[in-house]
C-alpha cells in the first residue's frame, strides 16, 4: 500500500519560512520523480514544484521560483519543500504527490499517480 505523508505546515505570519516535508512508503521511492502542488479555498490544485528521481532536476511554478526550494532524501524516502519569504497568496492546503517511475519533471497534475493528504498552510498578513 502506497502512502504519501505530508507534515511541518501550520500557521505563521508574512515573510516568514517553513519547511514541509512529505514521506513515502509503500514504492520504491528513489525510482519515483516527486511534486508539490497546493490548493486555496475555491480554486484549482496548482503546481508548485518538481524534482527528479535524484534531485538533478526542478521546476517551479513562476510564483515559487526564488522563494521555494524542492529537495529530496532517498535514503529517508522523503522530499521536501523550503518555503521561504512566505505570503497571504501562499495559504493553501499543500499535497505532495509522485509521478510513475521513469518519468522525468512534469507541472500537471493528471501526471502524479499517487497522492498525500495535505498539510495546511495559513500564512497571515
Known amino acids: 500500500q502506497v502512502q504519501l505523508a505530508e507534515s511541518g505546515g501550520g500557521l505563521v505570519q508574512a515573510g516568514s519560512s517553513l519547511r514541509l516535508s512529505c514521506t513515502v512508503s509503500g514504492l520504491s521511492f528513489s525510482s519515483y520523480p ?10 484549482e490544485r496548482e503546481f508548485v514544484a518538481t524534482l ?3 534531485g538533478g532536476a526542478t521546476y517551479y511554478s513562476d510564483s515559487a ?3 521555494f526550494t524542492v529537495s529530496r532524501d ?10 521561504n519569504n ?17 518519468t ?3 507541472t ?18
Not at 516527486?34 to 480554486?43: D, E, I, L, V
Not at 532517498?74 to 518555503?83: C, D, E, I, P, W
Request: aromatic share 14%.
Open 74 to 83: 532517498n535514503a529517508a524516502n522523503t522530499v521536501y519543500l523550503q518555503m
Open 52 to 54: 527528479t528521481w535524484d
Open 65 to 67: 521560483k526564488g522563494r
Open 104 to 106: 522525468g519533471v512534469t
Open 108 to 125: 500537471k497534475k493528471a501526471n502524479y499517480i499517487y497522492w498525500g493528504q495535505g498539510t495546511q498552510v495559513t500564512v497571515s498578513s
Open 34 to 43: 516527486m511534486g508539490w502542488f497546493r490548493q486555496a479555498p475555491g480554486k
Open 86 to 102: 512566505l505570503r497571504p497568496a501562499d495559504t493553501a492546503v499543500y499535497y505532495c504527490a509522485a509521478a510513475p517511475a521513469g
